[in-house]
């Protein structure tokens, strides 16, 4: 799966999750957008749908979309190659 693909998936799971038709910017800062509650949310949404688990180290590191897409597909690599 593309970065590109996984971009589209997690802005399809934010839209149906947050209930919103608003997109989120690839660098804009998520806690301007999101509250904690929402956060959390898609947090779960996006482990759930990649069958994948944040580690608490991405929770600092995610601080936009495009580091979430880069946090997944470094998830989904590594879980690859167990």
Same mark, same amino acid.
């Given at each position: #799966? !593309?970065? +590109?693909?996984? /971009?589209?998936? @997690?802005?399809? $799971?934010?839209?149906?999750? %947050?209930? !919103? =038709?608003?997109? %989120?910017?690839?660098?804009? %800062? &998520?806690?301007? *957008? %999101?509250?904690? @509650? /929402?956060? $959390?949310? &898609?947090?779960?949404? @996006? +482990?759930? *749908? ?7 180290? =991405?929770?600092?590191?995610?601080? !936009? $979309? =495009? =580091?979430?897409?880069?946090?997944? !597909?470094?998830? #989904?690599?590594?879980?690859? *190659?167990?």
């Amino acid at each position: #799966m !593309t970065a +590109e693909q996984i /971009r589209a998936e @997690i802005e399809a $799971l934010a839209r149906k999750e %947050l209930r !919103t =038709d608003a997109t %989120l910017p690839g660098d804009a %800062l &998520l806690a301007e *957008h %999101l509250d904690s @509650i /929402r956060r $959390l949310s &898609l947090v779960v949404a @996006i +482990e759930d *749908h990649f069958e994948i688990c944040f580690e608490p180290e =991405d929770d600092e590191a995610a601080q !936009t $979309l =495009d =580091d979430v897409v880069r946090i997944v !597909t470094a998830r #989904m690599e590594a879980a690859d *190659h167990d």
